[in-house]
Nanobody
Framework: QVQLVESGGGLVQAGASLRLSCAASGRTFSSYVMGWFRQAPGKEREFVAAISWIGGNTYYADSAEGRFTISRDNVKSTVYLQMNSLKPGDTAVYYC???????????????????WGQGTQVTVSS
């Protein structure tokens, strides 16, 4: 099995920055995609960003483009989400996930991801 553990969430004011981390352990795959999703109360889980583990290609939702940066550390098996210029609308629980069926293409559908972390809360006050 695969375990994903997120960290780095918190309460910040609008305009601040946060860096989320997601450490992976357990079963490994030769190549896969790791993604970040978020879910606000009463809303659907939505795609934020994704990165290919081999090559480091990235893909962003429009809401994240230009403000968020996804990166990975292959040695530490960790993916990061640097979030800058945070807005109250970014408030949500943030989840990392693995799509084991893709290597260099990206899905924005949460149902296509196979393994999930427990989530970390990000709250942005105005």
């Amino acid at each position: 099995q695969v375990q994903l553990v997120e960290s780095g969430g918190g309460l910040v004011q609008a305009g601040a920055s946060l860096r989320l981390s997601c450490a992976a352990s357990g079963r490994t795959f030769s190549s896969y995609v790791m993604g970040w999703f978020r879910q606000a109360p009463g809303k659907e889980r939505e795609f934020v960003a994704a990165i290919s583990w081999i090559g480091g290609n990235t893909y962003y939702a429009d809401s994240a483009e230009g403000r968020f940066t996804i990166s990975r550390d292959n040695v530490k098996s960790t993916v990061y989400l640097q979030m800058n210029s945070l807005k109250p609308g970014d408030t949500a629980v943030y989840y990392c996930a693995i799509d084991r069926d893709r290597s260099f293409t990206f899905s924005v559908r949460w149902k296509d991801y196979d393994y999930w972390g427990q989530g970390t809360q990000v709250t942005v006050s105005s």
